[in-house]
Structure formats: structure tokens, C-alpha cells
């Protein structure tokens, strides 16, 4: 889905306040953002889903998308926290290790494969930040919202994050 | 950022991996259900409990409520002065013989009330060598007269002005 077909689906969800609209439409994208911080793809599906439900349920539109993803993020670090309650060990180990065995994303070609492998493999910081602009196209105004920091810190996160994959993926 | 697009342009190109046909139906039925746990729920922020603002309001109260207390007390203490101030209840002896004599009614009281006394300086009277101090008291006289036979009472009251020259011997 291009910017346009996004832009008309925002456009559509506001007027007619349909969820499913634009639940279709953002859920990879959460799901790719969820996935930072949960150990499998059923995780971060809980995590979306009740992230995205109490979003809905206060805002009832999609206006404020900076607020989405700060929910999705709070309920992950939520989980985490709980997680490590009970499993510390085993909550750390998944965070540090950043081991996803499941695919993130529908790859076609090594390259692809490369390339996604590169993206795991950056900071912590410049991927949720990359995630948020590639594969969500949030502004850096809503990123530097969701994540709490300043604009022009998003923006040097995302700018890292290009280079450091330039460097790896297009060696000179 | 020139110099990122290419690299932009093949991270746009990765797709993320579809949702699950379960994850849309379960939202479906979440949203569809009421909520069911408390604690779960995002409150907006006109039903949260500003507990700031209420303390402020009690602690505003509690102040007026001093304030109002402060005030009580202070008219009550005033008007006990104005009590001593003023001369004992007493009665007209030849109004009270009068009433008698002409009508039923007799007479059940005075009160006379300085409210107001104000010290007017010295003068010299009449070119005399001897200064007086000239005070006003101004004053509010009440008189009252009741019939037993009947138990009506009658009631006057009215504004009063008594100025006193009081001599002033020098020592």
C-alpha cells in the first residue's frame, strides 16, 4: 500500500470510524513494531491486539497514530516487566540475544533476506525508529511522540540506522 | 537523506509479514464484547479524579470557614463593648406613673446604645480661660411598654445625639 491508498484509508477511517478499515491497514506494521519486544509472533499479536483495542475503545479514529504505537510500546515494556517477574533469565536472554527465528517479513530474494537481516541486527533505538518511518510512515513528529524524545533525536536515530545499513548492505 | 534513498528504497521494498485471520477476529470480538476488567481501561481525562484541584478546594474551604469564624467573633465582641458602653436597661418613673394612671399599659423598658462616640477637641466657651472637651456620643434609644391585661407591647425607637463638655483642669 503506497501513501496515497494510506492517505485515503486514514481518510476513510476518520469519516466513517470504521476499525476494521484500519485495522487492515496498520496491523503489519504494528505487528513489525510489536515484534521488537515480544518472543514470538503470538506474543506480539497479543500485544497488538490489546494495544489496539484500548486505543480504539478511548479514541474511536486514528488521528492521533503517535498515541497508537506509544500504547502498543507501554504494553510490550508492560509484558517484559511482568515477564521478568517470573523468567527473568529467559526475558533477558530474548531481549539481548534479539534471536527471531520467525520471519518478519514476506521475503522474496537473498538480498531481501539480507537486507531484513541487517535491520535485526541494528540498535535497539534505530530499528523501533526505522520501523516506525519505513514500514508505518509516521512522521518524526509522531515518533518523537510515541517514543518521548525530540524530533531531532528520532531523526538522527533514523539517519544512523540508513547509514549503518548502507554501510553493510552497499560496502564501497 | 539524498544520499539514503536507494537504501530507503529497498527497505520500503521488504513487506512485513501478514496478520492472522485469528488476530482480526479476536479484535473484532473484544471490541464487540464490553470491557471487561477495570483496570484495563484508559480513562480519558475528564473522569480521572483531580486530586489536586479537590485539595484545593477543601483547603480553600477551610479557610473561609476561618475566616467566617474570625468574623463571628469579632461582631460579638464588638457588641458587647457597645453593651458596656451603654447605660443598665432602666425605666421612666414618671412616664412609668403616667401610663398608669391614663391606660393600661406600663412600662417594661429602656435601652440606650452608644454606637458612636467622637472626641471633638477642645474648645473655650464663651472666651473662658478654661478649655473643655467637647465629646459626642451618638446613640440609639429604644422604649418599650406592655399591656398585661392584653400582653400587647408597644415599641419606640429612635436615633439619639448627647454632646458633654467635660472641663479640663490643667496640672
Given at each position: 500500500m503506497n501513501i496515497k491508498d494510506r492517505e485515503k484509508v486514514m481518510e476513510n477511517v476518520a469519516t466513517h470510524e470504521d476499525w476494521k478499515v484500519c485495522?487492515?491497514?496498520?496491523a503489519p506494521g504494528l505487528l513489525l513494531f510489536a515484534r521488537q519486544w515480544a518472543r514470538s509472533r503470538a506474543d506480539a499479536e497479543d500485544i497488538v491486539q490489546e494495544a489496539f483495542v484500548k486505543f480504539w475503545r478511548r479514541n474511536h479514529n486514528i488521528d492521533n497514530r503517535?498515541?497508537?504505537?506509544a500504547t502498543?510500546?507501554?504494553?510490550?515494556l508492560d509484558r517484559i516487566r511482568r515477564d521478568s517477574r517470573r523468567t527473568r533469565r529467559e526475558a533477558e536472554a530474548v531481549c539481548e540475544s534479539e534471536h527471531v527465528?520467525?520471519?518478519?517479513?514476506e521475503l522474496t530474494d537473498e538480498t531481501q533476506f539480507a537486507l531484513a537481516a541487517a535491520v535485526e541486527r541494528l540498535p535497539h533505538e534505530q530499528r523501533e525508529v526505522l520501523i516506525m518511518k519505513i514500514w508505518n510512515e509516521l512522521t518524526f513528529a509522531e515518533i518523537a511522540c510515541a517514543l518521548g524524545v525530540s524530533q531531532n533525536t528520532a531523526a538522527s536515530r533514523y539517519r544512523y540506522a540508513l547509514a549503518a545499513l548502507k554501510k553493510i548492505f552497499q560496502p564501497q | 537523506m539524498n544520499d539514503f534513498s536507494e537504501i530507503e528504497k529497498e527497505l520500503k521494498k521488504l513487506r512485513p509479514t501478514r496478520t492472522s485471520r485469528q488476530l482480526f477476529v479476536r479484535v473484532e470480538q473484544m471490541l464487540a464484547g464490553p470491557e471487561i476488567s477495570e483496570h484495563k481501561i484508559i480513562r480519558p481525562n475528564r473522569f480521572r479524579v483531580n486530586w489536586v484541584a479537590i485539595g484545593f478546594g477543601l483547603a480553600a474551604a477551610a479557610v473561609l470557614i476561618l475566616l467566617a469564624q474570625i468574623s463571628t467573633d469579632r461582631t460579638s465582641k464588638q457588641r458587647e463593648r457597645i453593651a458596656q458602653n451603654s447605660p443598665a436597661p432602666e425605666t421612666m418613673p414618671a412616664l412609668r406613673g403616667a401610663q398608669r394612671s391614663s391606660s393600661e399599659f406600663i412600662p417594661a423598658g429602656a435601652t440606650q446604645v452608644v454606637y458612636n462616640t467622637r472626641?471633638?477637641?477642645l474648645q473655650f466657651p464663651g472666651g473662658s480661660a478654661q478649655p473643655l472637651r467637647r465629646l459626642?456620643?451618638?446613640t440609639h434609644q429604644t422604649w418599650q411598654w406592655r399591656n398585661p391585661a392584653t400582653g400587647a407591647s408597644l415599641r419606640v425607637s429612635y436615633p439619639g445625639e448627647e454632646i458633654?463638655?467635660?472641663?479640663?483642669?490643667?496640672q
Open positions: 485495522f487492515r491497514s496498520l503517535a498515541l497508537l504505537y502498543v510500546r507501554s504494553i510490550a527465528v520467525e520471519p518478519q517479513f | 472626641d471633638e477637641g459626642r456620643y451618638q458633654v463638655l467635660i472641663p479640663i483642669s490643667g
